[in-house]
């Protein structure tokens, strides 16, 4: 694990990038602030986690490390230990996590839950959508206070480190390191997901997705297919984190639609449209 500090005193507000090896965008965006060492108004860690999986280019050496959450100094994988060490590190810090997905080009950010930080950093990024993660945060860094996650774009291209660039600074803006141009940057109202329900997906050869990630699914519409044969909603609901390759044994989320964001934080009206959730086994 490698971490920097910009600034005098002890940091506040940390970023960390390679939490998994194979998302190499949130090492590039931390390097490149690295060397460019900004003037900075409060103290900033940068971190660059997983450094053993990331030289190999593979998501973790014994395990998921955004599954191996507090982690142990006695643990028997290296990401045991490490999620502890990492934990120690970002102690008392408001954190950004920088991923990349196989499911969604565009950015969005991931929160355990839309509380008060949340709502302070959020509408300041550049990103096109919130989920809660809630019931599903176990193990992974996001479960801790004061963290958001973002996904900056498809793994391992040049659009999501190029992202991955841009929202740290917005971030860091948003958490007063970086004085930024003059008034804090306001954002387009965001909509708030909640994931639902677990989407399986049963062994095949071969899978499809047919549909786009936070576009609403009507009931019976086929989402996916697994060899063929067609996963179709039983009820509506929004997709998150779907994609036909990105997990093993899971399409992704079905989501609820629970909020809006206008460019302040404030909470609007989604309207009468909920979602419902899918089992993901009527065909």
């Known amino acids: 694990m490698r971490v ?69 100094p006695d643990a028997d994988t290296h990401e045991g230990r490490l999620a502890h060490e990492l934990l120690a590190e970002l102690r008392g810090c408001e954190i950004l996590s920088l991923h990349s997905t196989r499911s969604y080009a565009a950015p969005f950010a991931l929160v355990d839950e839309m509380d008060a930080h949340a709502r302070s950093v959020c509408p300041y990024l550049s990103v096109e959508a919130v989920v809660e993660t809630a019931q599903y945060s176990e193990g992974r860094l996001i479960a801790y206070p004061d963290v958001v996650e973002l996904e900056c774009g498809l793994q391992r291209s040049a659009v999501a480190a190029e992202n991955a660039k841009s929202l740290v600074r917005e971030f860091l803006v948003a958490t007063g390191v970086l004085a930024g141009d003059g008034e804090r940057p306001r954002h387009h109202p965001l909509s708030v997901f909640r994931l ?88």
């Open 4 to 72: 920097e500090t910009l600034g005098e005193g002890e940091p506040e507000v940390a970023v960390v990038g390679a939490i998994h090896g194979d998302e190499p965008c949130g090492s590039v965006a931390v390097e490149s602030l690295v060397e460019a060492d900004p003037a900075v108004e409060r103290p900033v860690k940068l971190i660059v986690a997983n450094e053993r999986a990331l030289d190999a280019g593979d998501r973790y050496v014994d395990e998921d490390l955004n599954r191996a959450f507090p982690g142990s």
């Open 196 to 283: 639902d329900q677990r989407i399986p997906k049963e062994t095949a050869d071969g899978y499809e997705v047919f549909v786009e990630n936070f576009e609403r699914i009507a009931e019976g519409e086929a989402f996916a297919a697994a060899d063929g044969e067609l996963l179709r909603a039983d009820r509506p609901f929004y997709p998150v984190l779907l994609s036909a390759y990105g997990y093993e044994n899971v399409f992704g989320y079905a989501g609820d639609l629970v909020d809006r964001l206008d460019g302040d934080g404030v909470t609007g009206p989604v309207g009468e449209e909920r979602s419902a959730r899918t089992d993901g086994r009527n065909r």
